[in-house]
T-cell receptor, first 114, second 113 residues
Framework: GESVGLHLPTLSVQEGDNSIINCAYS??????FIWYKQESGKGPQFIID?????DKRQGQRVTVLLNKTVKHLSLQIAATQPGDSAVYFC?????????????FGTGTRLTVIP | NAGVTQTPKFQVLKTGQSMTLQCAQD?????MYWYRQDPGMGLRLIYY???????DKGEVPNGYNVSRLNKREFSLRLESAAPSQTSVYFC????????????FGPGTRLTVL
């Protein structure tokens, strides 16, 4: 399968601080990337996506940065809140199949300290 | 609009028993997926269905079978459960052939004794 890795398995931040979650991917053919949030006991929930023709995309309190040169993806969460505590996964589509399947990293657990 | 629903939410099986996990989506999506998630790991694709009438193996298909019953429903069957199949199973769906996100169900937590 595709290798999608994360630099840190856990991250703890103070409430109100900004969080940065990193992800490395290995397939240079990947041109679509997604960040998912998974709360305990729930299914993954879409946060934001980015295509390879962009290097930055912003959502509500979240920003995804893509550096294709070093095959690195990051998720920035502004003013982190207790409700942001969850496991965050990056996923990539290397277009290895006609179904545009996603390959997921192992996840980073974000803990927000009140 | 319920999104992606899965039944059951929890299940305990004995080794060798069989069962079917059900998944349905009401978003008129073409593609559907079954993943398993083991502790401390990401999601691994078991089987997928790119469109109604087609199914294909994913990364970890051994010990599983699937049926795309219609556009809405995609079931996963364990014919002879093994302890190694203890996991949380997620179903997902996606709209079409262009790049877009997958929507996930709440998961089924399966324990095989």
């Amino acid at each position: 399968g595709e290798s999608v890795g994360l630099h840190l398995p856990t991250l703890s931040v103070q409430e109100g601080d900004n969080s940065i979650i990193n992800c490395a991917y290995s397939n240079s053919a990947s041109d679509y990337f997604i960040w998912y949030k998974q709360e305990s006991g729930k299914g993954p929930q879409f946060i934001i996506d980015i295509r390879s023709n962009m290097d930055k995309r912003q959502g509500q309190r979240v920003t995804v940065l893509l550096n294709k040169t070093v095959k690195h993806l990051s998720l920035q969460i502004a003013a982190t809140q207790p409700g942001d505590s969850a496991v965050y996964f990056c996923a990539e589509n290397p277009h290895q199949t006609g179904a545009n399947n996603l390959f997921f990293g192992t996840g980073t657990r974000l803990t927000v300290i009140p | 609009n319920a999104g992606v629903t899965q039944t059951p939410k929890f299940q305990v099986l004995k080794t060798g028993q069989s069962m079917t996990l059900q998944c349905a989506q009401d978003m008129n999506h073409n593609s559907m997926y079954w993943y398993r998630q083991d502790p401390g790991m990401g999601l691994r694709l078991i089987y997928y269905s790119a469109s109604e009438g087609t199914t294909d193996k994913g990364e970890v298909p051994n010990g599983y079978n699937v049926s795309r019953l219609n556009k809405r429903e995609f079931s996963l069957r364990l014919e002879s459960a093994a302890p190694s199949q203890t996991s949380v199973y997620f179903c997902a769906s996606r709209a079409g052939t262009i790049d877009n996100e997958q929507f996930f169900g709440p998961g089924t937590r399966l324990t095989v004794l």
